[in-house]
């Protein structure tokens, strides 16, 4: 990897995220696809999340995905969310705009239902068992009946 004034910083922003191998993962994509982009863990103490998100687009970062526990206390400091990032409560994108701006986005549930669809398995009056982590689960739950009521 060659990483020179034109390779795109993109992080991984969360306390701690030493143990993560999301670095190295996203590292090997990148290059394996020739992208010039360099993935870096960006280690931010609860304390300091304003400064640090308000650092993004003065650093040149491009994006960073958000982890605990920032998912939610991270929005405040955004200039924009996407709807699913409101109706889910959390964060787990962030994009800095051409104009610096950053805009929150929450993949985790909208993932989650491209998979369901991909095989086929309509949710709409089914009774579910949502097994796994319990912040995922628990917003995947709200997101279910958010639909229910739209949907009916």
């Not at 003065?58 to 929005?75: C, R, S, W």
């Not at 969310?81 to 800095?96: F, P, R």
């Not at 917003?139 to 739209?150: A, D, E, F, S």
Request: glycine share 8%.
């Amino acid at each position: 990897m060659n990483i020179d004034g034109h390779t795109t910083p993109l992080g991984l922003l969360g306390w701690p995220v030493s143990h993560s191998l999301s670095p190295v993962m996203h590292n090997a994509a990148a290059e394996a696809l020739e992208v010039d982009a360099v993935y870096l863990p960006l280690p931010v103490k609860p304390e300091q999340l304003p400064e640090a998100v308000r650092g993004l687009a003065a650093l040149g970062i491009a994006g960073v995905n958000v982890t605990v526990p920032h998912k939610e206390t991270v929005m405040p400091f955004l200039d924009s969310l996407a709807n699913e990032a409101t109706v889910i409560g959390a964060v787990n994108t962030i994009v800095v705009n051409q104009n610096g701006r950053l805009e929150g986005f929450n993949t985790d549930w909208s993932r989650f239902l491209a998979d369901l669809a991909a095989i086929d398995l309509p949710l709409l009056d089914r009774d579910c068992l949502i097994l796994g982590a319990e912040w995922l689960r628990t917003k995947t739950i709200v997101h279910m009946r958010c639909c229910r009521q739209t949907a009916g």
